[in-house]
């Protein structure tokens, strides 16, 4: 989450979040859709840097759900958005224009319940940046790449005109991905 002024016109202040509990059950969530079957990933890290809250979400594609592989799909193709379900602390919950207290919170203290992936978030900053770990930095990452070479070494492909070891290599780059939000 960022401090921009969301569509709801509250702002929501970073350095505040408590984040604790969240990360030790870090459930990414389909809508704020608190079903069992809505669970479509985890978060992998999640901290605040700066004015903002970033982490990184491993989605759970090819298990069965097909929320997680559409929403997988959309994240690939930079169409992915996301929303902070939270408990606000009351006592450090001001309004931002005192004239109109129902309109416009500033929250200065609130607890991270979940992240979910959302087709249109209340944040408009609230928007993902895919990074694939082939791809993190310009290059491929040497350490992917060794690992996988090593795991495929001794692949020998059923049909000589096949290449299964490229195939795997291309699959397994493309099937996890990083996605960095907000």
Do not use: C
Not at 153 to 168: E, N, T
């Amino acid at each position: 989450s960022t401090e921009a002024l969301d569509r709801d016109g509250d702002i929501i202040r970073a350095a505040v979040w408590e984040i604790g509990n969240f990360l030790k059950h870090p459930v990414l969530i389909s809508s704020h859709d608190y079903r069992l079957r809505s669970v479509i990933g985890e978060w992998e890290s999640m901290e605040v840097k700066g004015k903002r809250m970033e982490g990184v979400a491993r989605y759970y594609i090819g298990e069965g759900n097909e929320e997680a592989d559409w929403g997988f799909n959309l994240a690939s193709k930079g169409r992915a958005a996301y929303s902070v379900g939270f408990i606000p602390d009351q006592d450090k919950a001001k309004p931002i224009n005192p004239d109109q207290p129902y309109r416009g919170i500033e929250y200065k203290g609130q607890e991270l319940l979940e992240v979910s992936h959302v087709a249109i978030p209340s944040n408009p900053e609230a928007l993902q940046q895919l990074k694939g770990l082939m791809e993190k930095h310009g290059a491929p990452d040497p350490a992917l790449l060794l690992l996988i070479t090593e795991t495929l070494k001794d692949v020998q492909s059923p049909a000589p005109d096949v290449d299964y070891r490229g195939l795997v290599h291309a699959a397994f780059s493309k099937a996890y991905r990083e996605v960095t939000l907000w």
